[in-house]
């Protein structure tokens, strides 16, 4: 059974950090581009950045410069630091797997980061 579970969430007020994780299991981790993706109150689920297989990376303009995405295949994880972080960050946030070989695709539940003074 795969899983992907979000951890790290919270309150935070504008200009602090957070550091999300997700752990990864039932999926040959190494095998997958991993992504972050957010989704704020009423509006669509957005990339925020992806890490392929390999360790190259690429962020939303949004996020540039504050938000860095990596990852640890030994222990199939993904971490999303976060950074200098504004009120417009406020939303939940998403892991997602997806296999570099077929159209396999996985979503973690979500955290929630509320980012307010």
């Known amino acids: 059974q795969v899983q992907l579970v979000e951890s790290g969430g919270g309150l935070v007020q504008p200009g602090g950090s957070l550091r999300l994780a997700c752990a990864a299991s039932g999926i040959i981790f190494s095998a997958y581009n991993m992504g972050w993706y957010y989704q704020a109150p009423g509006k669509q689920r957005e990339l925020v950045a992806l890490?392929?297989?390999?360790?190259?990376?690429n962020y939303a303009d949004s996020v540039k410069g504050r938000f860095t995405i990596s990852r640890d295949n030994a222990k199939k994880m993904v971490y999303l630091q976060m950074d200098s972080l504004k009120h417009e960050d406020t939303a939940v946030y998403y892991c997602?797997?997806?296999?570099?070989?077929?159209?396999?695709?996985?979503w973690g539940k979500g955290t929630l980061v509320t980012v307010s003074s």
């Open positions: 997602n797997a997806a296999s570099r070989y077929s159209d396999r695709n996985f």
């Open positions: 890490i392929s297989s390999v360790g190259s990376t």
